[in-house]
Each structure stands twice: as C-alpha cells, then as structure tokens.
C-alpha cells in the first residue's frame, strides 16, 4: 500500500469531510491519482479501463504530477478496454502481458508520493 506524505493526507481527509465542495484544481488532481494508484493496487491495472474511474481522468491526473511513466505504462494497457471485464477470461498471453506491465507498474506507484508532494510544492 502507497504511503502517502501527511499533506495528502490532509487534502483527501478535508475532501472526505465535505464531499460536496468544489475543488481547486489541485486537490482534483490529487484525489484522482489517490484514486487511480488505489484501484490498480487492489483490483489490477485493467481496471482503469474498466471500472468506476474515467480513465482519461486518471492519465491526465498522473501527467499533471510528472508520473509520465505511468501514464506509458497505462497508456500501454489500453486494449484492456475491449478485453474481456474478468481477467479470468484473458488469454494466456494477455495475462502475462498485463502481470509484467503491473509489476513495473508497482515500482512506479512508489514514487507517487514524492511526484505529489513536488507537485504540490509548485502550487
């Protein structure tokens, strides 16, 4: 799990307070890679292609704090949005073309934490 610094975790508290507030822009951007990083960490990068987050959003958010490889490593799974919902239904060589994306993608989601806080530095 992604260890947040304590100033994330402020503006994701302060969101969670007061769900129905307008956001600045950077706390927009905050929540959705929060958000992003956390749906591939529990239910897989396929996900982001086919769960509750638009994936446009995501890869946006992920740009805007600098995770560009990120965004290569997602970009590089969009087929995943015409495959199969289940990855119990992936073939073979699906499936082990998205487990070696997602373990060069666990490296990467590490180093969101500092991408943020740079990111927010800068606001």
């Given amino acids: 799990m992604i260890q947040y ?3 994330v975790e402020e503006i994701i508290e302060a969101i969670d307070a007061d769900p129905d507030r307008d956001l600045a822009l950077h706390e927009k951007i905050v929540l959705d890679v929060v958000e992003a990083a956390a749906i591939i960490e529990s239910d897989g ?4 292609w ?3 987050l638009d994936p ?3 890869i946006k ?3 805007e704090i600098g995770a560009s490889e990120v965004v290569d490593l997602i970009q590089s799974t969009q087929w995943c949005s015409s495959a199969a919902d289940d990855r119990g239904n992936y073939s073979k060589t699906e499936e082990n073309h998205i487990s070696e994306i997602e373990e060069e993608l666990s490296v990467k989601l590490e180093e969101l934490p500092d991408l943020i806080d740079e990111y927010l530095e800068d606001q």
């Fill in 45 to 48: 990068l396929q996900m982001i």
């Fill in 56 to 58: 446009d959003v995501a």
């Fill in 50 to 52: 086919v769960g509750p």
């Fill in 5 to 7: 610094s304590e100033q």
């Fill in 61 to 63: 958010a992920f740009d």
